[in-house]
Nanobody, 114 residues
């Protein structure tokens, strides 16, 4: 499975962004895709995931500010984040997992700064 992420960049505090991650290759019908992030000097943390059954989970730091969605026909997940804060600055990683596989994308930098 290959994961292609896009949508990172520089955003002002209070702004919004939308990340996309497209999976290709041997996609199993039952899977979970989502986003994790790692800020400098901090541990990897969950941002949001969504299963093939559309069940969503969110990390505490983005609850109420983020929405994850997916287009199963395109094997693509989207993360809409609003009211961005400087502490949202991190490398965001896309992840795909199914019963026998676990893949990570290359990461996309999100910087929230004025």
């Amino acid at each position: 499975v290959q994961l292609q992420a896009s949508g990172g960049g520089l955003v002002q505090p209070g702004g919004s962004l939308r990340l996309s991650c497209a999976a290709s290759g041997s996609i199993f019908s039952i899977n979970v895709m989502g986003w994790y992030r790692q800020a400098p000097g901090k541990q990897h943390e969950l941002v949001a995931t969504i299963g093939s059954g559309m069940r969503e989970t969110y990390g505490d730091s983005v609850k109420g500010r983020g929405t994850i969605s997916r287009d199963s026909a395109k094997n693509t997940v989207y993360l809409q984040m609003n009211s961005l804060k400087p502490e949202d600055t991190a490398v965001y990683y896309c992840r795909y997992s199914d019963v026998g596989s676990d893949y990570w994308g290359q990461g996309t930098q999100v910087t929230v700064s004025s």
